[in-house]
């Protein structure tokens, strides 16, 4: 394994918090240190688009996590918005199907004319809520879970998407079976061993090392008791020296 250079913009931190207030006092506190972040669904429908443009405004990359899953023409004028808005990346349902993706790549290029470099998009493929039980009893699947991921994984890179969203338990078998072109993103990562609902985690070192490109980081920063202090020491655990 190679040892990354230091790039600290690959590690989102989630502002899943209840208000815009509370979300700008804490990019506040972060700044200097943080300068990526993401914006979920919960905090995007209090604050509103206007909030993702201002942090994009003021010069961070924003993460606009709202994991589309529409007909094609409405998902690519939701990614053509969110593109103008100055969101550097994005994430849709890759459940959604090939022309939903294929419709959404092209609305993500078409937005680029506008507002500079185009978004780049990311498919989630299953929500790691869903077991090998729900997936075959629920959703009827006939593939076993990695499986079925791996699946999704290469429906969205041949249909136009720059990566996919996984645990950091699919990272090594996604890197492995669809090579680096694929971009990954793992979320769920912690610091050390903790004990809240991420059941499949790794902490940020490790998913670096296994090639993760872009980290997600929420709770072990939002709720420390010292979010700067929490910060400092994920940055310098996944990035030693
Ligand atoms: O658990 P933590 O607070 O660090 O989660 C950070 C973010 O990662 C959340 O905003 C959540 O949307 C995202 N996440 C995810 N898939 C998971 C776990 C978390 O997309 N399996």
Redesign the pocket.
Known sequence: LSHPAPDPSRLYV?L?LDSKDEALALVDRLEGLISSY?V?SALFTTAGPGFVQQLARRGFNVFV?LKFFDIPSVVAAAVGNVARLGAKMMTLHTLGGREMMRAAAEAARGAAGSCGASPLLFGVTLL?SIDERSLSEDLSSRRPLDEQVLHLAGLAVSAGLDGV?A?GQELKLLKSRLGSKLKVIV??VRPQAVSDD?KRTITPRQAILLGADYI?????ITRAADPRAAAQEILQQTWPG
């Open positions: 989630a899943d993401k979920g996590d790691t969203v645990s979320p769920g991420q997600v980081v929420g709770r072990p």
